[in-house]
């Protein structure tokens, strides 16, 4: 691997423990990173989901051990997203409304692990739940798989914060639920990608094993509650910045 290649690594590495502390597989970060150091669109989206799809399942198995996923939860959202993932996935995207479309994302995910920071501390287990429609539930999958699909992420940004909003579960299960959510579009994202393109980068074999590592450590992070306001701090402002360079070129 050439110097770029080992920088992402690094990057992807940090990444994966952020992200997977609190139930995500990082895709936003590794295009983040990725969109940083000027890669294009044919590569980053199957290197993001393909990335997904390792600290995803690593979460899951992870997240499920310590009796965090709720498969009643997880089902009504995947059945639509799944399949608009894989569909949303094969669809060609010109260069510049990649960048817009990813910009958005990132300013958007900047904005929301910038919330999470201020209360990752916070105790939430003793507030009433909603029960979990099934309408809302499809009608939300369906968009947030399509948005998977289409930018080469699992989705779980948009889904975590519903989760929360609506009183469907509490801040630990919905780190749970959202990583299930997450491994299930980036494999249906990745398998349409592959379908549309087959290509996947040379390097792709090492930045899994820096991913592999950071997942093992974010979601001992998670699963324990260690504090990560700082670390969640400064991937916002990474976020942010990436946004900017996509938004502003």
Do not use: C
């Given at each position: 691997?050439?110097?770029?290649?080992?920088?992402?690594?690094?990057?992807?590495?940090?990444?994966?423990?952020?992200?997977s502390?609190?139930g995500?597989?990082?895709?936003?970060?590794?295009?983040?990173?990725?969109?940083?150091?000027?890669?294009?669109?044919?590569?980053?989206r199957?290197?993001?989901?393909?990335?997904?799809?390792?600290?995803?399942?690593?979460?899951l198995?992870?997240?499920?051990?310590?009796?965090?996923?709720?498969?009643r939860?997880?089902?009504?959202?995947?059945?639509?997203?799944?399949?608009?993932?894989?569909?949303a996935?094969?669809?060609?995207?010109?260069?510049?409304?990649?960048?817009?479309?990813?910009?958005?994302?990132?300013?958007?995910?900047?904005?929301?692990?910038?919330?999470?920071?201020?209360?990752?501390?916070a105790?939430?287990?003793?507030?009433?739940?909603?029960?979990?429609?099934?309408?809302?539930?499809?009608?939300?999958?369906?968009?947030?798989?399509?948005?998977?699909?289409?930018?080469?992420?699992?989705?779980?940004?948009?889904?975590?914060?519903?989760l929360?909003?609506?009183?469907?579960?509490?801040?630990?299960?919905?780190?749970?639920?959202?990583?299930?959510?997450?491994?299930?579009?980036?494999?249906?994202?990745?398998?349409?990608?592959?379908?549309?393109?087959?290509?996947?980068?040379?390097?792709?074999?090492?930045?899994?094993?820096?991913?592999?590592?950071?997942?093992?450590?974010?979601?001992?992070?998670?699963i324990?509650?260690?504090?990560?306001?700082?670390?969640?701090?400064?991937?916002?402002?990474?976020?942010?910045?990436?946004?900017?360079?996509?938004?502003?070129?």
């Amino acid at each position: 691997m050439g110097e770029v290649e080992w920088i992402l690594a690094g990057l992807f590495l940090l990444v994966a423990v952020l992200y997977s502390s609190v139930g995500h597989a990082g895709a936003s970060g590794y295009l983040a990173a990725m969109a940083l150091l000027g890669f294009a669109p044919e590569q980053m989206r199957p290197t993001a989901l393909a990335l997904n799809l390792l600290v995803g399942g690593i979460g899951l198995y992870r997240f499920w051990r310590a009796g965090l996923v709720d498969p009643r939860k997880v089902l009504p959202f995947v059945v639509a997203s799944a399949p608009a993932a894989y569909f949303a996935a094969q669809y060609p995207i010109p260069k510049e409304s990649y960048a817009l479309l990813l910009g958005s994302l990132l300013l958007v995910s900047a904005v929301a692990v910038f919330r999470s920071a201020a209360a990752v501390a916070a105790n939430d287990e003793a507030l009433p739940l909603r029960p979990l429609r099934w309408a809302p539930a499809l009608l939300a999958g369906a968009a947030i798989g399509a948005l998977s699909g289409l930018t080469g992420t699992g989705g779980a940004i948009f889904l975590t914060p519903l989760l929360l909003l609506m009183h469907w579960t509490h801040s630990r299960e919905a780190g749970g639920v959202s990583v299930a959510f997450v491994w299930i579009n980036s494999a249906l994202g990745l398998a349409g990608l592959w379908q549309a393109t087959g290509t996947l980068p040379a390097a792709l074999p090492w930045w899994l094993v820096a991913v592999g590592v950071g997942a093992l450590l974010g979601t001992q992070l998670g699963i324990h509650r260690l504090p990560l306001k700082a670390l969640r701090y400064a991937l916002s402002a990474v976020l942010l910045i990436a946004s900017g360079k996509l938004l502003l070129g």
